[in-house]
């Protein structure tokens, strides 16, 4: 069984997919000879060759609008925008093209397509490669937008992603694209999306997160259990659209909920949980819902990132707060 | 300093504004009887046209983009579409669409609110985009299905796609282009210069000489043709098509019009439109052109070209009739704004769908 990092699930995922389905082609900039600017589509055109793994020109609206064409077609493409902080060309496409075609032909026509991307700061990258916009993908009908925390989950949900027959944003947390190894079976398993994972039990308080920021979020629920206090830890890896039911079954059980998310906190996928937890929860919360987000300024370039980034101990601050109502 | 590049545009004209012939005839405009049958089918886009507007203007449907004076770019590249190949349409392309076998009453369901309307029903037509609205994503969409078919190794197949002279400012048309030169694809670009996007005149659109060029810069063949007469675009479009099924790639057509009417039911072109340019138009326009050279040839009567008028009427009702009764008697149920969201929708979403049917159950029936 190979020991990969999460870039190398994704990359494992691809080259399987590609292996047993021949419509799944996988385009962007820099994805064939290069094999990618952080090489997840390393050697995967030497395997299946120039036709199916494919430089395009370099223009994002273009690798969104012909993937939809693609699609459109039968075909499976996996187009890679090279950082989230560029997907702005792409997102007129996403959104009036690839979210839209199947409603809008009554099912006629619908658009298989992964448009992949990393997200997220905590690189030291340059300004507009750092960004957490996964709330504006969130927010469109016929879009679902899915990120993995770990190398296992990366493999699983990107190959649910592939085979979902609908427009899939496949969101890649690159601050933890070789952060940790696991041991991945290439079997083909897909994980469920529109599907929570709870990574710890917990008695006290829930606390929700997706993407890098699990990687603190667990971290504070190791610092908090030495302190006493039992956390729920649940990664909900498939943003939209939320598996609810699994968050409000921890809640009724902890009372207390803690959202932590990279992103600005205005209108982020945190205040939908949020706002669902209120709207159908209410009753089973001892405590006000608390957010850890990143502020609502500007990512800031390398020098300040880890100021605006959630850390641990904003993390454990805000669980000591809502753990004050009994 | 020497020369590393240049270019010329030509422009391809069969009829003058005359109706004289003023080059040898390609042979398929040899045979009045196909002539005969582009006149019908130009004159049949006029007339729902007007009828779409009339129907408009009672209320009996939404916003209506006109076809007047534009008739023969609709239909003249419609006609080169066959069965394998795919239309990828712009908002005013409801004439292309019709040649290539999408039902009129399909676009007045859509242009009247239903979403149906792109649901084409023609076998034909199943792999046909919808209308674009946002303007030049179209044109990637086509890029994307010609991508499809080399890839697949579909020769034999290629994509029509169509833009407003307006829209030929957005970089998407651009992008669209250049990747369908490097990878020469498969498709045929049809710019529908109608001298008009919405108030802004073709000469603010660009610098160029000819909008044609613009397909120059990347690097695929392009020409202007005259977009009053049908029979050189459909001899421009059916050349570029056949080009683009047998492997020879990309070609951009500018065929050059004017919009006789307002940019849509919603506009109102004298608060910018020139009288004196119209009226010039006017004597330009495709169906005269045509109907005149017929009339001449001795290939039909100018009583049959009245007949005809009738008979248009005729079928353009059928069509309406066909629209009314859908809306009226069977009209889609609310539901239906969730039932083609994603193949299966998300258990968060489907409380929503059963409230907006429960609340207009209860709607219906408290009256």
Redesign the interface.
Same mark, same amino acid.
Not at chain 1, 64 to 75: E, I, K
């Given at each position: 069984m190979p020991t990969v990092t999460l870039i190398e699930a994704v990359t494992m995922a691809m080259d399987h997919e590609m292996s047993v389905d021949e419509d799944v !082609?996988v385009l962007g900039e820099d994805v064939g000879r290069n094999g990618g600017v952080f090489r997840a589509t390393d050697g995967l055109q030497e395997k299946h060759g120039e036709?199916?793994v494919i430089d $395009?020109?370099l223009?994002e609206?273009?690798i #969104?609008?012909?993937? !939809?064409?693609?699609? #459109?077609?039968?075909?499976k493409p996996i187009a890679e925008l090279q950082f989230m902080g560029f997907m702005f060309?792409a997102f @007129?496409?996403i959104v $009036?093209?690839a979210a839209r +075609?199947? @409603?809008? $032909?009554?099912?006629? +026509?619908?658009v298989p397509l992964v448009v992949r991307m990393p997200y997220g700061g905590g690189i030291h990258a340059p300004e507009h490669h750092s960004e957490s916009t996964e709330a504006l993908f969130a927010h469109i009908?016929?879009l679902?937008v899915v990120t993995p925390s770990s190398p296992a989950r990366a493999y699983g949900l990107l190959l649910a992603a592939i085979r979902?027959?609908?427009p899939v944003i496949f969101l890649e947390p690159k601050r933890i694209y070789r952060m940790v190894k696991q041991e991945i079976e290439d079997d083909g398993e897909a994980y469920p999306l529109?599907t929570c994972f709870i990574d710890r039990e917990g008695d006290d308080v829930t606390l929700v997160s997706w993407g890098a920021t699990m990687h603190e979020t667990l971290l504070a629920a190791d610092e908090l259990a030495d302190e006493g206090i039992s956390c729920e830890v649940i990664d909900i890896a498939t943003i939209a659209?939320?598996?609810?039911?699994t968050i409000f079954d921890s809640v009724e059980k902890t009372g207390r909920v803690v959202i932590v998310q990279e992103a600005a906190k205005t209108g982020g996928v945190g205040s939908e949980i949020a706002a669902e937890i209120s709207e159908h929860r209410l009753m089973s919360l001892i405590a006000p819902i608390g957010r850890v987000a990143g502020y609502d300024a500007i990512m800031p370039l390398a020098k300040m990132e880890r100021h605006y980034m959630p850390q641990v101990v904003r993390i454990t601050d805000e669980v000591k707060k809502v753990m004050d109502y009994s | 300093m020497p020369t590393v590049a240049s270019f010329e545009v030509s422009y391809l004209q069969y009829l003058d504004e005359n109706s004289q012939a003023v080059n040898d005839l390609p042979d398929f405009a040899k045979d009045t009887n196909l002539l005969t049958g582009l006149y019908k089918d130009m004159l049949f886009a006029r007339t729902l046209d007007y009828r779409a507007m009339s129907l408009q203007r009672m209320g009996k449907m939404g916003t209506y983009p006109g076809t007047l004076g534009q008739e023969a770019v609709g239909v003249g590249s419609g006609s080169c579409l066959g069965d394998d190949d795919v239309l990828v349409p712009y908002y005013r392309g409801s004439n292309t669409m019709i040649q290539h076998g999408v039902k009129p009453h399909e676009l007045l369901l859509y242009w009247g609110g239903d979403e149906r309307g792109s649901d084409f029903k023609n076998p034909r037509v199943r792999q046909d985009f919808p209308i674009a609205v946002p303007i030049a994503t179209q044109c990637l969409h086509a890029a994307g299905v010609a991508t499809a078919m080399k890839a697949r190794g579909q020769t034999g197949r290629a994509v029509l796609t169509e833009i407003g002279e307006g829209g030929t400012s957005e970089g998407e048309f651009y992008e669209a282009l250049n990747v369908a030169g490097v990878w020469n694809l498969p498709l045929v670009c049809v710019i529908n210069n109608n001298q008009w996007a919405i108030s802004v005149p073709a000469e603010m659109q660009t610098a160029c000489e000819t909008f044609a060029q613009k397909g120059i810069a990347a690097g695929i063949e392009s020409l202007q043709v005259d977009g009053n007469d049908v029979i050189a675009v459909k001899d421009a479009v059916g050349r570029a098509m056949e080009k683009a099924r047998s492997g020879g790639g990309p070609t951009l057509i500018e065929a050059i019009c004017y919009r006789l009417c307002d940019h849509t039911t919603a506009d109102d072109a004298s608060r910018y439109d020139d009288p004196e340019a119209r009226e010039e138009a006017w004597a330009k326009e495709p169906l005269k052109r045509l109907g005149d050279y017929l009339v001449n040839l001795g290939a039909v009567t100018k009583k049959q070209l009245e007949e005809f008028e009738v008979e248009a009427k005729e079928a353009v009702e059928k069509e309406v009739e066909i629209y009314f009764d859908t809306i009226l008697n069977n009209p889609q149920p609310v539901g239906a704004m969730f039932d083609y969201l994603y193949a299966e929708l998300p258990e968060k979403t489907k409380a929503q769908r059963e409230e907006v049917i429960a609340r207009d159950l209860r709607a219906r029936e408290g009256g």
């Open positions: !082609v036709d199916r $395009t020109p223009a609206a273009m #969104a609008g012909l993937s !939809v064409g693609m699609a #459109a077609q039968g075909m060309p @007129n496409q $009036t093209g +075609l199947r @409603n809008r $032909t009554r099912g006629r +026509l619908s009908p016929g679902k979902d027959p609908d529109e659209p939320l598996d609810m039911p | -």
